[in-house]
């Protein structure tokens, strides 16, 4: 299984980005994707997942900014990401997992300027 992230830039505060991850190869079709972001100097942390029936799960403080999406006919999931603050700046990774395996994509970096 491979995952491809892109959507990543540059862009000022208060502004949004939409990120995608598209996942190609051997996909068993009960799985759940997910976005992570890791800081400058920070752990890689959840921002939030999706099960392919559609439920969500989001952490705390993303919840209202950021709306995750998929669409399993393309094996395809989105980030969108609104009111975008400098504090969210950090290379976004897209993650699938399954009952025994995870795979990554490469990440994209976002980067909001104040």
């Known amino acids: 299984v491979q995952l491809q992230a892109s959507g990543g830039g540059l862009v000022q505060a208060g502004g949004s980005l939409r990120l995608s991850c598209a996942a190609s190869g051997n996909i068993f079709s009960i799985n759940t994707m997910g976005w992570y972001r890791q800081a400058p100097g920070k752990q890689r942390a959840l921002v939030t997942t999706i099960t392919s029936g559609g439920s969500t799960n989001y952490a705390d403080y993303m919840r209202g900014r950021f709306t995750i999406s998929r669409d399993n006919a393309k094996n395809t999931m989105y980030l969108q990401m609104n009111s975008l603050k400098p504090e969210d700046t950090a290379v976004y990774y897209c993650?699938?997992?399954?009952?025994?395996?995870?795979?990554w994509g490469q990440g994209t970096q976002v980067t909001v300027s104040s």
């Open positions: 993650k699938l997992f399954t009952l025994t395996r995870e795979y």
